[in-house]
């Protein structure tokens, strides 16, 4: 017989065992009517109950949808703006993380300020001096190599902070995403009084500095992804579609300074076209990558800046590619093949993020069990209705649970009754940004209108 109470015991004795859940407590009341001898009850880790529904009750007061997503970019947002680090004004890695700040989680920080002026949390006075100090720690504190970032800085100093032992130099695709952020900020402050004109000069020093065709290492056909003044080229990891890399190859493409030519796209990135995929997943065809389209962020990084709607080569439509990817996700979480408690059309999303023992790139073919707010909520452009069920769903019934100073946190396990009291800035800044780009593609709108992307977007072939 199954019993639900409101309050949390765990209490165990010969005729009964509790079991305790999330969100409610089950009493599993054990008698010889089961078929059990007198006195006889099997081990806790032997009785499988089921699993318990979820406390339905909203948690916070309901508000109209439009009002909740300026919520959630506004708390978000906090991240950036309250928890920035106070010498450089860039983003920490994690709301633990100290001094160490990280290029490209700065580079979503970034594109955030726009958004965040529009959207009246801040003035734009604000957000034009926290640009400047960004710019000015980045263009005269920063330690870069042939014009590219760290992974991580010191974010009083400048210094290298190494992502792991031969991982100390310079990282490509942070780069890419930092540079995504300064090209959208260039676009907007775009005023002719001397602050805004000045800020635009130095952010085109950063942008020119860099040598993205110096990455292809002696002319190979390829750009790679990490160079090391002490152990050279030693990662030899070269950067291949289909990843979230495409924003890597789109800017070296349209570098005015230090440009690729269209062959190290083809070969390099697309090689030559064998990162087709074709094949259908829940009855949804996936244009590009792997099986199932990999983690959510795939579809977010690059085109938090590239909008994807009307860009189509001889491969595939990229709004397609993306939304098709979503879609199987969503179906994955659906249809919840691993039996995992909680998944359901409400509860999705499965992306790289903190998990109860450490960090995975968590996805339909690496699945442990653990839903990422920022996946469904940075899919919004392209799954409206099923994002915002799982926004309704994260913030209502979830609640305080999930919700906090900055936002949601990181990752959730039902499974193993874990919340993570983590954030991390590479997936609170997708949320705001692609929030936007779902309401008003502001972000998209900025990044595309850069003309060097025009250009180097066609040079390519879109």
Not at 60 to 72: A, Y
Not at 437 to 450: D, I, V, Y
Request: aromatic content about 14%.
């Amino acid at each position: 017989m199954l019993r639900h109470f409101s309050f949390d015991v765990l209490k165990l004795n010969k005729n009964q065992t509790i079991v305790k859940y999330n969100f409610v407590t089950l009493l599993l009341l054990i008698t010889t009517g089961l078929g059990c001898k007198t006195n006889e009850v099997k081990p806790p880790e032997l009785i499988k109950p089921p699993i318990s529904a979820i406390d339905s009750t909203d948690k916070f007061p309901v508000i109209p949808d439009e009002e909740l997503l300026t919520l959630v970019q506004k708390q978000t947002f906090r991240y950036f703006w309250d928890f920035g680090h106070p010498v450089s004004g860039m983003a920490r890695e994690r709301n633990t993380s100290g001094d160490v700040v990280t290029s490209g989680g700065s580079g979503f920080g970034i594109m955030t300020i726009p958004v965040a002026i529009e959207r009246k949390f801040i003035t734009r006075t604000q957000g034009l001096e926290r640009m400047q100090k960004i710019v000015a720690f980045l263009n005269e504190k920063a330690q870069t190599f042939h014009g590219a970032f760290p992974h991580w800085l010191n974010g009083a100093t400048g210094a290298v902070v190494p992502f792991s032992t031969k991982d100390n130099g310079a990282d490509l695709v942070e780069t890419s995403l930092l540079v995504q952020g300064l090209l959208t900020a260039r676009q907007y402050f775009n005023g002719n009084g001397n602050e805004e004109t000045a800020l635009r000069n130095d952010i085109n020093k950063i942008w020119h500095a860099v040598e993205w065709d110096w990455f292809t290492k002696n002319n190979e056909e390829v750009l790679y992804w990490h160079w090391s003044p002490s152990y050279g080229w030693d990662m030899n990891l070269p950067i291949r579609g289909w990843n979230e890399c495409l924003i890597t190859y789109a800017l070296a493409a349209s570098s005015p300074t230090h440009p690729i030519g269209k062959s190290v796209y083809e070969k390099g990135w697309t090689r030559n076209g064998s990162f087709v995929n074709s094949r259908e997943y829940y009855g949804i065809k996936l244009p590009l990558g792997a099986d199932y389209g990999g983690p959510l962020f795939l579809s977010h990084y690059s085109f938090l800046g590239i909008n994807p709607i009307e860009l189509t080569d001889s491969f595939t439509n990229y709004f397609t590619q993306n939304r098709n990817h979503s879609l199987i996700n969503y179906n994955y979480c659906k249809t919840n093949p691993a039996k995992h408690a909680g998944y359901s059309d409400s509860c999705w999303g499965l992306t790289a993020s903190d998990i109860p023992d450490g960090y995975n790139a968590n996805s339909p073919t690496s699945d442990k069990g653990v839903i990422s707010p920022t996946a469904a909520l940075s899919s919004l452009p392209y799954t409206p209705e099923e994002s915002m069920r799982a926004l309704r769903f994260f913030y209502y019934k979830l609640g305080d649970k999930l919700w906090g100073e900055y936002g949601f946190r990181d990752a959730f396990s039902i499974d193993e009754r874990w919340f993570a009291d983590s954030y991390l800035a590479i997936d609170q800044g997708p949320i705001i940004i692609m929030i936007e780009n779902h309401r008003s593609a502001l972000p998209w709108n900025l990044f595309m209108s850069c003309p060097e992307v025009k250009t180097g977007l066609k040079k390519i072939g879109f």
